[in-house]
């Protein structure tokens, strides 16, 4: 194939492509054809039944594309007028009773700038993005299709046709978008789909199911309607953000960017909309925000104390998040970029806290929570979030801020101490003892290591949190040791002076 933008290419074009095709099939039969530079791909849904009647259910706009791959799809076609339509409509239902069709089908065309069409092919089966039309007709293409493969008539003409409304489908793909749209698969270790009315979900996939290396990408298809194309953008953008496919990587994020690009949303994408966009650069997902990672260290944070309940017994509900020594602080360091963010989670009261890291003091209050979802206030804002503890550390987390792997790259447990100004050193949590790093009589400093708690398959630093002398030893390395059990204790500097 040659594009040929100027008449004294066209020779060479000619030759090369002759000499390609007779290498490859044996045959140097060539087609000219217009080239249709930054085209709308426009294709038009054709029924034909054994009775003599053909009929079309209006068009659908697919030219979001990369790779020739079809990637949001809508209907009806933002730039169509009911004498296009029309036109366009007659082309396809010509092209089906020409060849004596039946059943469903579809006939492609390429719609210039100009508002000429240009025929592309015809695909005789029901499409993935049938579901559009489905949604805009009030009709049901699978059952149409049954009936007619029966013989059974169509029992429509197309005056009884109507298109109410605006549908929009987007296709996620088991991809990374940051890696050009490479193929991503491996178990899911969750899938959530969104739900709701005006949202239908066609997915191929469950959770704790996998994505082969051998199959089309594709995992589901996300379709909203609403009354106009706004609404049902604006619809289809909040069912992403309510998405979740945790294990291999999705297009989630490059979805939810496509939809909220201006030439998207005045309906002006052609085929060329990916490429212009995102030019040679590609897509890059946003970093994420510091309001999320705020919600999943408080995520983590309650994800270890239902861990360490789980192995405690009689724990009043009263006393979580609570010692004699006062609340203590769970810190998490994440990977923001190139940069490494530490934050210190510090427990309020009942399912409130702050979080010290970033540039000012940010409140997280649970406002619900279970094993996959969590609804929570960061600074007084909303935050609904999809989840899943990916075990070693890694928590996978999604929210209407962006979609991202979250690794907890070094959880540090800070004593008691740290926040009471005191020297007893208390473990954090049920665990077993690794190591003590100190002995009795040596001087530390706030910060420095005292001990390695092991619980969850994770290693936790306990730091001293004030400066003075280690006194006393009460725990032994190598033994197992429960939540707010003395560990040593260290006679501050202030002590000692008075």
């Known amino acids: 194939m040659r594009l040929v933008r100027a008449a004294d290419g066209l020779a060479d074009a000619i030759r090369l492509a002759r000499s390609e095709a007779e290498n490859a099939f044996g045959s140097g039969e060539l087609i000219l054809e217009r080239a249709i530079l930054q085209p709308r791909h426009v294709e038009v849904q054709v029924f034909a039944d054994a009775h003599g009647t053909v009929l079309h259910f209006g068009e659908r706009d697919c030219s979001v ?167 049902a953008r604006k619809h289809l953008v909040r069912a992403l953000q309510d998405t979740a496919l945790f294990g291999p990587k999705t297009n989630r994020d490059f979805l939810i960017d496509a939809l909220q690009r201006d030439v998207f949303i005045r309906g002006e994408a052609t085929t060329a909309f ?48 609570w010692s004699n020594a006062r609340h203590f602080n769970s810190f998490v360091q994440y990977a923001r970029g190139e940069d490494l963010l530490g934050l210190a989670v510090h427990p309020d009261g009942h399912d409130a806290y702050t979080v010290r890291g970033g540039e000012a003091p940010v409140k997280v209050r649970v406002r619900d929570m279970n094993d996959r979802r969590a609804r929570l206030e960061v600074d007084g804002q909303a935050l609904d979030v999809t989840f899943a503890d990916a075990g070693g550390g890694a928590l996978h987390m999604a929210a209407a801020t962006g979609g991202y792997l979250i690794c907890d790259l070094a959880r540090v447990v800070a004593s008691a101490a740290d926040e009471a100004g005191g020297g007893m050193v208390r473990a954090p949590m049920h665990g077993r003892l690794l190591e003590i790093c100190v002995a009795e009589g040596v001087r530390v400093a706030r910060g420095d290591r005292l001990a390695v708690l092991e619980a969850m398959k994770m290693q936790h630093q306990i730091s001293a949190g004030v400066d003075g002398v280690v006194s006393a030893i009460f725990g032994k390395a190598g033994g197992q040791i429960a939540a707010e059990d003395l560990i040593l204790e260290i006679t501050p500097d202030e002590e000692a002076t008075a």
């Open 274 to 321: 990916i490429e212009e966009t995102w030019g040679e650069a590609g897509f890059s997902a946003p970093q994420p925000e510091l309001a999320a990672l705020c919600a999943a260290a408080v995520i983590q944070h309650r994800l270890g104390r239902s861990a360490s309940l789980g192995e405690a017994l009689g724990v009043a509900p009263e006393l979580l998040d």
């Open 65 to 231: 594309q990369r790779r020739h791959q079809k990637v949001i799809e809508e209907a009806p076609c933002p730039v169509m007028t009911p004498e296009l339509r029309a036109a366009m409509g007659k082309a396809a239902v010509e092209a089906a009773r020409a060849v004596d069709y039946r059943g469903a089908g579809t006939v492609e065309f390429l719609l210039g700038q100009d508002g000429a069409f240009y025929f592309l092919e015809m695909n005789t089966r029901l499409q993935v993005e049938h579901p559009v039309t489905e949604e805009i007709t009030g009709l049901d293409l699978v059952e149409l299709q049954i009936r007619v493969a029966r013989g059974e008539p169509l029992g429509l003409t197309q005056d009884k046709v109507t298109l109410t409304g605006h549908a929009i489908e987007v296709r996620l793909y088991a991809e990374d978008p940051d890696a050009g749209f490479l193929p991503s698969t491996g178990p899911a270790l969750l899938w959530s789909p969104p739900s709701g009315p005006g949202v239908r979900v066609d997915a191929g996939l469950e959770t704790g199911g996998e994505v082969s290396p051998f199959y089309d990408p594709m995992v589901a298809k996300i379709i909203t309607h609403g009354a106009n194309r706004e609404d």
